[in-house]
């Protein structure tokens, strides 16, 4: 059980242009999801905290109006990196939160190359 | 093999060594740890936790330790396999001013384990 996948796994698109990513939970309903965003040899950054039903609530840095979450569902968020650059090629994971205050579920991670 | 946490070191050990793995944590009101494994292009795996109240906990070839002393925890890994070559990260997470489910994660830097056969 508990498990989180994300589509796609991996994106390459041109400059100015938006992706969208989704992270589903295909097993349990998730009122919290979690955006993080990982570059090569470094740990995860909390990009956002998402709940279902309202607005995103955004680290420190993030720009909202950038990038887009949406928490339509209790199984389904999705992040748009809109206008990408190449500085936003990362890799981009979500993960979902359980009962517990404590757990949390993480996507396979989606790569992003901006070219 | 040891190494120290919180800026990415690499921890080189034979198969079948024990491999230990140690991060310093910053939040002393901090409540819970997590320790996560992240094989290269995937997202993190829990391996195993431990609450505040706690000094030590096992799993399967896994044991954290938690000295709340000196802010530190510790993941040692038993017979270290091929399998377990990967960046091991721990995590904290701290109580918040307001209650409530899905608390934020505090992550370390990572220490990449690599497993010599």
């Known amino acids: 059980g508990a498990v989180v996948s994300q589509h796609p796994s991996w994106v390459i698109c041109k400059s100015g242009t938006s992706v969208k990513i989704e992270c589903r939970s295909l097993?349990?309903?998730?009122?919290?999801m979690f955006w993080y965003r990982q570059f090569p040899k470094q740990s995860l950054m909390l990009m956002a905290t998402?709940?279902?039903?309202?607005?995103?609530?955004?680290e420190q840095g993030v720009e909202k109006d950038k990038f887009l979450i949406n928490h339509a569902s209790l199984t389904l968020s999705t992040l748009t990196v809109t206008s990408a650059h190449p500085e936003d090629s990362s890799f981009y994971i979500c993960?979902?939160?359980?009962?517990?205050?404590?757990?949390?579920?993480f996507g396979p991670g989606t790569r992003l190359t901006v070219t | 093999g040891e190494s120290v946490g919180l800026h990415l070191p690499t921890l080189s050990v034979q198969e079948g060594d024990n491999s230990i793995i140690n991060c310093a944590y910053s939040?002393?009101?901090?409540?819970?740890f997590i320790w996560y494994k992240q094989e290269s292009g995937k997202g993190p795996q829990f391996i195993i936790d431990?609450?505040?109240n706690m000094d030590k906990r096992q799993g399967q070839r896994v044991t954290v330790l938690l000295n709340k002393t000196v802010k530190h925890l510790s993941l040692q890994i038993a017979a270290t396999q091929p399998g377990d070559s990967a960046v091991y990260f721990c995590?904290?997470?701290?109580?918040?001013?307001?209650?409530?489910?899905?608390?934020?994660?505090?992550w370390g830097l990572g220490t990449s384990l690599a497993v010599n056969p």
């Open positions: 993960s979902a939160g359980g009962r517990g205050a404590y757990e949390q579920y």
């Open positions: 097993d349990f309903q998730a009122t919290t």
């Open positions: 998402s709940n279902e039903g309202s607005k995103a609530t955004y």
């Open positions: 939040n002393s009101a901090s409540d819970y």
């Open positions: 431990i609450r505040s």
């Open positions: 995590a904290e997470i701290q109580r918040k001013g307001n209650a409530g489910n899905n608390r934020k994660l505090i």
